[in-house]
C-alpha cells in the first residue's frame, strides 16, 4: 500500500503536482482548504471545488478530513483568524460535506486535522475501541472550539477537539498508542514527536507524506525525493 498525506491547503494548489508525481493508493488531505491571506476568496474556491471533484472522479481512495478553518464556514457562532463572510465559501462547503469526514485510519496512522486527546475523547463518551466510526458520526457542533475557564486562545488545552488541539496540548495527553498524523500547526518541515505524532503542515515548504511498506517518509513536491525518514 502506498498513501500520500497532503498538509492545509489554505487555497494552495501544490496538491495537484503531488497527486501527479507520487505513486499512492490512498491520498488523505487533513483540511483547512480555506482561509488564506493572500490568495483571493475565488481562487480559494475554485481550488476547493477541484479537489471535491479529484476525490469524485478518482478511482483510488481519497478522503478529504475537515479543518478548523473550514468547520467555523458550517456551525452557528464561530469565527477564527482569517474567516471571510462569502457566502460562497460557506455554499462550497455545505454541497462538498458528504464528502468531507473527521478522522480516517488506514495502517495503523491515524489522520486527523489536529489530533485526539484522551481528555476529549473520553469526554464525548466515545467508543474508544470503534474510535473512526465514533468520532466521525459526532455532530459539528462536537468539534467547535472549547472555551474553558483559563482556555487558551490557539487551542492548546487537552480539552480541545481534533480540529483545534495543538501539539504540546496533544504530546502530554496523547490518546491510544497508534501513530497521529495532523495538520493545523504550521512547521518549517515536517516533524516526527516522540514517535507519537507527525506533524504535516508544511505545504508552504513544499513538503508531503509518503508511505510504503518501508515506512513513512517526507518527500519534496519539487523534486520528488526523499529528505528523511
Known sequence: MKLIAIGDIHGR???????EQAKWDICVF???????FDIDAETQIKNFEAI?????????????????????????????????????IRQALKTAL???????????????HAGLTKTWVTSRG?????????????????????RSEGFDGSGNNKEQGCMWV?????????WGSTTQVIGHTQVGSMVSVENKFILIDALQAGQYLYQDDNGCFI??????TTITD
Open 52 to 88: 471535491v471533484q479529484f476525490k469524485v472522479k478518482s478511482n483510488k481512495i481519497v478522503v478529504l478530513l475537515m479543518g478548523n478553518h473550514d468547520l467555523h464556514y458550517l456551525v452557528d457562532n464561530e469565527r477564527y483568524s482569517g474567516y471571510q463572510d462569502n457566502p460562497r
Open 126 to 146: 466515545i467508543d474508544q475501541k470503534n474510535i473512526v466510526n465514533e468520532v466521525n458520526s459526532l455532530p459539528l457542533d462536537a468539534f467547535k472550539f472549547i
Open 166 to 174: 495543538r501539539p504540546q496540548s496533544l504530546r502530554e495527553d496523547f
Open 98 to 112: 458528504p464528502h468531507l469526514t473527521k478522522i480516517c485510519m488506514f495502517d495503523q496512522l491515524l489522520f486527523s
Open 30 to 36: 487533513v483540511g483547512d482548504y480555506f482561509d488564506s
Open 219 to 224: 518527500k519534496n513536491i519539487e523534486y520528488g
Open 13 to 19: 494548489d501544490q496538491w495537484k503536482l503531488i497527486v
